[in-house]
């Protein structure tokens, strides 16, 4: 996946030739690095051991070298007895005694803290023993001093200092010879790393610059080519083009007039609809009109049913009242049946009375006629109601047939005035129509204008279309000529 | 032009090398231009050639050392009287001409650096903290017993003198000398409170397996008497009357025992056959003096006193009247403590000879005994103590006295206190019969340098010598002959 080249060609121009520096920066502080921890570093601690090391080698010369003051202070004051001497003998023995103090914390090896204990021993007996003598001196026992002094016990006690002396240094020596070689074979190490990094640098410096220039190169033809072949491409394009726009120049003349009669046929179109909208309204006039004749024809219609209806109302009423004159009558029958019943029994009484009822008798007979003939008046009567009741359910049949009959004309004229209002929805229907269609005959002929001019705009544009691309062509051919440089380049 | 003088070191002032007194008249006399202090030196030099002293080598050296050289007729003069014409080969040496001139300037530097910082002491106390790092241990238990000797160990608690040094001290309270005896041997603790005698005693081995202990420095000097029951103050004029007495003394080995056998035997009393000796506690003594069961005490301080203030005894002598600046008390640890706390041992001992010079100041005498009066410590009545520290006291006699050194504090090892006190370890038959070195012995036990280095860089001038003559009631002990002085002792009291 990340191959050089691939990557180079990810990336641009300038970041691969900053990509190539980066390797060397990394790698000479990656050197830097190394060479100070691996190298500098440790020859630093060494030579500071070295340093260490001298340092406690002169530490205990000094301290060897005071007691060897002190000694001959000591000397000088028991030869002499100057009292000035006695002062530098305290000098040297104080000096004597930091210095001890001082070695004393920097040693810690024991060995050489066990030698170094003896040489502080060493000098601390010889300060007792002189101090002794010089006691004694000063106590006016200068021979006592003497003899101890001939008696060598001094010398005993020093005998073997320059002895420890010598131990400690060698001891010293040997761990500073060690120190010495450790740091030259640190320096040879320094020394080779500094070369063999600077070669393996250069060697990365190489391959990662011939990678980079060979991919930069590369890339280069391959974009060179590309470009050379999209130019020819462009050329054919661009001649393709030309002679396209001539097309399209007479196709847009054309075009215009083409639109031009079109647009004639629109305004023509658009006259003929505003006029058939107006005759769409006078019918919408007229139909509403018969809408309103139903609708009065279907008022009358209703004051004709109530109007029946009552008529059979009253004929119902006046069949109740001849079924009560019925029984009426037929009362009155049977009373004078009763009544002439009476008139006989009456006559036979008078007949009976004699003479007395002949008056009776006579009345009797009246009676009798009366009420034959009030029977003969019921029975008329009875003939009477019985037409009457004819009349009358001829009477309500003919009105239930008026009543069907109006029923059947109120249906109809309903009907007649859906129909008309149905008629008149069609006719505004109609009217609205013709009213968009008048709308739009006039976008139409507003449309076409506007795209006649367009297309006069599109003709003045192909025309230009066609001086540019000779234009292009020429272009073209330049940049031929810049790619046939920049191959000889490359 | 003032010589500095040379056995001074640390000037208390500014650390420089020189004596703290000197600071000022130094430094009123040096040219005004530091610059002509080190011109000097600007020149390369090569010490020490062999057979030709270089002129140039006694410029190298610091000023007050080019002043010695001076006096002493030049550099030349110096190096053959003190080693001879041609003398000097053995032991010249050729260093790096580098080191040497770097070290003496340093030297030159610590001087101007010293004399223009005078008086700044935050120098002393950053070197002081330095010097805690090295401390192998900080915290410490010291043995004392509750006498007034003890003084110097005791208020380095309260006065800060330990914590100054970086250490924290436990101070344990011993019943009596025998227990602070086994504790040395055991090794119980750190350091120890002890009488003078008793490092000696336990080095030689006398009445146990010998146990190195060291004197490192001596707290109190005088500080202690003989105190006799009231009941014989009429018949009691010297020495010679105590024959016949039951006298109560702290330890065997203790300057008590030895400076009242010294006195007896001044009377002709011989202390093992003419008297009976018997060993107290000190706080002990007093109580037994009351009773009847003693007739006289040698006792510490301040329990002298309060037998004069409760009347129940007299002050028959001081110990400073038999021998005035005897040394009493010290401070002690045991060798193999030393070898495995060097640092440690050295800032205690400087911690305590700090204490002990700072209550060797009259002035401070009593600050000393209100430290360490109190219960927790010595739980004596301070009016005694006083009574001692400042010397102005009543003798039980009804006289007043004054004796400002009554008690005395000096941290200085005196190497011919250990002969004396070897002499009458011998006397008395302590040390068997034989030839015994007291010079050797004392070498052993007493740390007479290192006191000595210590109390100087306190600032202090301490004694260049180790011996000096030491003057009793009856005789004078001389220090580089301590057998002779031993047999004319018993050539001329037959004991």
């Not at chain 1, 139903?294 to 109302?313: F, K, N, Y």
């Not at chain 1, 609205?432 to 076409?448: D, E, G, P």
């Not at chain 2, 050392?65 to 550099?75: A, C, K, S, T, Y």
Request: charged share 20%; with cysteine.
């Amino acid at each position: 996946m990340y191959h050089p080249e691939a990557l180079l060609k990810r990336l641009k121009l300038r970041n691969s030739i900053l990509l190539g520096y980066f390797i060397l920066i990394i790698f000479s502080g990656l050197t830097a690095c190394i060479v100070y921890f691996q190298g500098v570093r440790q020859v630093e601690r060494q030579s500071q051991q070295v340093d260490l090391l001298n340092t406690h080698i002169n530490e205990v010369k000094n301290l060897a070298f005071s007691i060897a003051a002190m000694e001959k202070a000591a000397r000088g004051y028991l030869i002499g007895q100057k009292m000035d001497e006695l002062a530098t003998y305290e000098i040297w023995d104080s000096q004597f005694y930091q210095q001890s103090e001082t070695i004393r914390a920097l040693i810690e090896d024991p060995q050489q803290r066990a030698t170094l204990n003896e040489i502080i021993d060493v000098g601390d007996r010889v300060n007792e023993l002189y101090r002794r003598l010089i006691s004694y001196v000063q106590l006016d026992r200068a021979g006592k001093s003497a003899m101890i002094w001939q008696e060598g016990e001094v010398q005993s006690i020093t005998d073997n200092l320059s002895d420890l002396v010598a131990t400690f240094e060698a001891y010293e020596q040997a761990q500073l010879e060690q120190e010495k070689t450790e740091q030259a074979a640190a320096l040879q190490l320094l020394t080779l790393l500094v070369f063999g990094i600077a070669i393996f640098s250069g060697a990365i410096a190489l391959i990662t610059g011939s990678v980079i220039a060979h991919g930069i190169s590369h890339h280069l033809t391959q974009e060179t080519r590309a470009i050379a072949q999209s130019s020819a491409e462009i050329t054919t394009t661009s001649e393709a083009q030309e002679r396209n726009s001539t097309q399209q120049a007479a196709a847009v003349s054309e075009a215009t007039i083409t639109l031009d009669e079109l647009n004639a046929s629109f305004r023509h179109a658009e006259a003929q609809a505003a006029h058939s909208a107006k005759d769409a309204s006078q019918a919408l006039e007229l139909s509403q009109q018969g809408a309103a004749a139903v609708q009065r024809t279907l008022d009358r219609m209703a004051l004709l049913q109530a109007t029946v209806t009552a008529i059979q109302s009253q004929s119902e009423r006046l069949r109740s009242k001849s079924v009560e004159i019925a029984s009426i009558t037929q009362v009155v029958g049977e009373l004078a049946a009763q009544t002439n019943l009476l008139a006989l029994n009456a006559a036979v009484e008078a007949v009976h009375a004699g003479e007395q009822g002949k008056g009776f008798a006579i009345v009797a007979r009246e009676i009798r006629r009366l009420a034959d003939q009030s029977q003969a008046s019921a029975l008329q009567i009875n003939q009477l109601i019985g037409e009457i009741r004819q009349a009358i359910a001829a009477t309500a049949q003919a009105s239930t047939v008026g009543t069907e009959t109006v029923n059947e004309g109120v249906a109809i004229s309903q009907e007649m005035a859906q129909a008309f209002g149905g008629v008149a929805t069609a006719v505004q229907n109609v009217v609205t129509n013709n009213q968009q269609l008048s709308l739009n005959a006039k976008q139409q002929v507003t449309a076409m204008g506007q795209m006649v001019t367009a297309m006069n705009d599109i003709n003045q544009a192909a025309q230009s279309n066609a001086a540019g691309v000779s234009q292009v062509r020429g272009g073209v051919e330049q940049l031929n000529t810049a790619l046939e440089n920049l191959t000889a380049l490359v | 032009m003032t010589t500095l003088s040379p056995a001074a070191q640390f000037c208390r002032e500014c650390g420089a090398t020189h004596f703290t007194r000197d600071h000022a008249q130094l430094w009123a006399e040096l040219s005004p231009r530091p610059a002509d202090w080190v011109a000097h030196h600007l020149s390369p030099i090569s010490p020490f050639t062999k057979g030709q002293p270089s002129p140039e080598i006694s410029l190298s050296l610091p000023p007050d050392l080019q002043n010695l050289i001076q006096q002493m007729g030049g550099l030349e003069a110096v190096l053959t009287a003190t080693f001879g014409t041609g003398g000097g080969g053995d032991s010249t040496r050729r260093d790096r001409p580098n080191r040497r001139k770097f070290l003496q300037r340093m030297l030159v530097g610590a001087l101007l650096m010293g004399t223009a910082n005078c008086g700044r002491r935050e120098d002393a106390e950053l070197e002081t903290s330095a010097k805690f790092e090295h401390l192998e241990k900080t915290h410490l238990k010291i043995a004392y017993l509750p006498i007034a000797c003890a003084t110097p160990i005791i208020m380095a608690e309260p006065l800060g003198f330990y914590q100054k040094y970086g250490l924290t001290v436990e101070l344990v309270k011993m019943k009596g000398w025998p227990q602070v005896w086994d504790a040395a041997i055991a090794g119980e603790l750190d350091a120890y409170h002890m009488l003078c005698p008793m490092p000696l005693a336990l080095s030689l081995g006398l009445q146990s397996t010998a146990t190195p202990i060291k004197l490192a420095s001596i707290e109190n000097i005088n500080g202690s008497a003989i105190t006799i029951a009231l009941r014989h103050r009429d018949r009691l004029q010297q020495a010679a009357d105590l024959r016949g007495f039951r006298i109560g003394i702290p330890h065997p080995y203790s300057m008590h025992n030895l400076l009242l056998r010294y006195h007896l035997a001044s009377g002709g009393i011989h202390p093992d056959r003419d008297a009976e000796l018997m060993v107290l506690p000190p706080s002990e003594m007093l109580s037994n003096l009351q009773a009847g069961k003693i007739d006289a005490m040698v006792a510490p301080e301040p329990f002298n006193q309060m037998a004069v203030e409760q009347g129940v005894g007299f002050i028959h002598r001081l110990t400073r009247q038999i021998w005035p600046g005897h040394p009493c008390c010290a401070f002690a640890a045991s060798q193999a403590w030393i070898h495995e706390h060097p640092n440690t041992f050295r800032a205690v001992n400087q911690a305590i000879i700090d204490s002990t010079n700072y209550a060797s100041q009259s002035r401070n005498r009593r600050a000393a005994a209100q430290a360490v009066a109190s219960a927790n410590y010595l739980n004596v009545p301070l009016g005694a103590l006083e009574s001692v520290f400042t010397g102005e006291f009543d003798d039980g006699l009804g006289h007043r006295q004054t004796i400002p050194d009554r008690i005395d504090f000096d941290p200085y090892p005196w190497k011919s206190f250990s002969y004396w006190i070897t002499t009458q370890f011998q006397r008395w038959g302590f040390l068997p019969p034989g030839n015994w070195q007291h010079e050797a012995i004392a070498d052993d036990v007493f740390m007479t340098g290192l006191a000595r280095q210590l109390s100087k860089e306190l600032g202090q001038n301490p004694p260049s010598l180790i011996l000096r003559y030491e003057d009793l009631a009856d005789d004078r002990f001389d220090p580089s002959e301590p057998e002779q002085y031993l047999q004319t002792q018993i050539d001329r009291l037959k004991f």
